[in-house]
């Protein structure tokens, strides 16, 4: 009972913080003049703190250092709770719009999932349109991570929280021997890319707002846009190679770009094996994607084809989810190809979804080790990756997330094939949700969005992007019976 009124405490904490948030789009109702939406941001900011307040003066004593337990119940709470309080200004400012579809929209952003239910973007109030990418930026690193930071000096340890939230099998690797400023240098880097993202948009002929907003959902790999018809709208290529370039840094772990900055070389990258995997098989894909619309006539010209492919691929695979073209219409191979991709191309530690690229290559090291003991049964074989030895518990652990991985995966997907939805959008979707890249295929693919789903099917998909941000071990764990025994 003790530990459990801590989660509460350090839930209202993360209440009032979250309450911040609410500042950024006060200020552009301020901007455009918008006293409605002013008024609606204030009462969303009131409400949201008032709760969180409430929570922490019934706890107050109660704080405390959480245990590896509470520290997963104190995530999946966050990321179940904070999405409920993000919708108030969306009920509040967006006539007929019903609490289903608020919820999915707000789970989508902090998921850094960009997948959609509202049209007419492109004529929403400003205040919306950045409190929607906003909640992609702050999803993106993890809002966990920045929580640890501030949570020790209010008397919550948050290496618990910075283990369960942190995307990737290496949880216990830190830059910095005190987690806080492991966070700290984490989001000091974040903050600084996105604000280079925002420069160079600018330049590249977005306007402020444009800028802000997609810069936001670049570096949290959200994919969410201020237009329907996403990055098509702007149809520039100028656009799309700075928002490609910087995807690609989103994609790799920021631990890695930290330690090139303190290090003032480049040659961090190099060493990282992930980052080389990630960007060599995406950027690689790229030019194959780009030969084979070529080869089968869907782009005349071959620049044009790589222009395309490039954007759209590099897109998808980081999770992003941004759409220059209809890639729906593509030859079926290649938008298969490009989700398949995003199941496995993100660098752990980055804003990207998936399994992560460590994962795949634990999972290629450990079947050639198969192989040579099948051949060599006495042999000694230690798996290494970039000249590092992995424990063969980590083996274990990436083994099992592997089978929970694709068992949630057909789990989901056989749910809404019962709900009535064809195989294509089921699968699609699945695989959209769970690895948080938004856009699927059929009633679900870039040309489209989820606002046709039925109340059920939307919730099914807002628990696969739950599932896929805490990466399934996070969540699922809540529902064994050994979690809630002593």
């Known amino acids: 009972m003790q530990r459990t009124l801590t989660v509460v405490h350090a839930l209202g904490l993360l209440l009032v913080m979250f309450s911040a948030a609410y500042v950024m789009p006060v200020a552009t109702a301020l901007i455009y003049a918008d006293s409605t939406l002013l008024l609606d941001f204030l009462l969303a900011m009131v409400w949201t703190a008032s709760a969180g307040v409430l929570m922490w003066m019934l706890t107050r004593r109660h704080k405390g250092e959480l245990s590896i337990r509470h520290g997963y119940l104190l995530v999946v709470t966050m990321w179940t709770a904070m999405p409920l309080f993000a919708t108030i200004p969306l009920l509040l400012a967006i006539p007929g719009l019903s609490f289903t579809d608020a919820y999915f929209e707000s789970m989508s952003g902090m998921t850094t999932t960009g997948a959609t239910v509202l049209t007419g973007l492109d004529t929403m109030p400003p205040a919306i349109n950045l409190w929607r990418h906003e909640l992609n930026w702050l999803g993106g690193l993890g809002i966990i991570v920045l929580a640890v930071a501030v949570l020790p000096l209010l008397g919550i340890g948050g290496r618990q929280l910075f283990k369960a939230e942190t995307p990737g099998p290496m949880k216990e690797s830190a830059l ?3 987690i806080a400023e492991t966070a700290r240098n984490l989001w000091v880097v974040y903050v600084a890319i996105t604000l280079a993202c925002i420069g160079a948009l600018k330049w590249a002929g977005m306007d402020w707002l444009d800028a802000v907003c997609h810069s936001f959902s670049a570096m949290g790999l959200g994919g969410f846009s201020t237009h329907d018809a996403s990055i098509g709208y702007f149809n520039s290529p100028l656009i799309e190679f700075v928002l490609t370039v910087f995807m690609l840094f989103a994609v790799i772990n920021f631990a890695t770009h930290f330690l090139a900055w303190r290090g ?6 190099l060493r990282d094996a992930e980052a080389v995997a990630s960007l060599g098989l995406i950027l690689l894909s790229c030019l194959g994607i780009a030969f084979f619309l070529w080869w089968n006539e869907v782009y005349p010209v071959f ?9 759209n691929v590099v897109s998808i695979a980081t999770s992003s989810g941004y759409a220059s073209v209809d890639y729906g219409q593509w030859p079926i191979f290649a ?8 199941c496995i191309a ?6 990207g979804g998936g399994i992560k690229m460590i994962r ?4 290629v090291k450990q079947a050639g080790r ?3 003991k099948l051949l060599h049964p006495a042999a000694i074989n230690p798996m290494k990756i970039g000249g590092h030895v992995v424990p063969n518990n980590i083996v274990f652990a990436v083994l099992g997330f592997i089978f929970l991985y694709f068992m949630t995966i057909a789990t989901l997907t056989f749910v809404l094939l019962i709900s009535g939805m064809d195989f294509i959008t089921a699968f699609s979707a699945v695989l959209a949700c769970v690895n948080n890249f938004g856009p699927g295929l059929g009633a679900v693919g870039p040309n489209s969005n989820y606002a046709d789903l039925s109340d059920f099917q939307t919730w099914i998909c807002a628990f696969g992007m739950l599932v896929g941000r805490l990466e399934i071990f996070t969540v699922l764990i809540l529902f064994t019976p050994h979690f809630w025994r002593r």
């Not at 620049?303 to 490039?310: G, I, M, N, V």
């Not at 993100?346 to 804003?351: D, I, R, T």
């Open 176 to 178: 910095t021997p005190r």
């Open 264 to 269: 003032k070389s480049l040659s961090v990258y």
């Open 303 to 311: 620049w044009t084809a790589l222009r395309h492919a490039t954007f």
């Open 335 to 342: 938008p298969l190809w490009m989700m398949f991709l995003a």
């Open 346 to 351: 993100a660098s752990s530690g980055s804003s």
């Open 360 to 363: 795949t290559l634990v999972l």
């Open 370 to 372: 198969e192989f040579l």
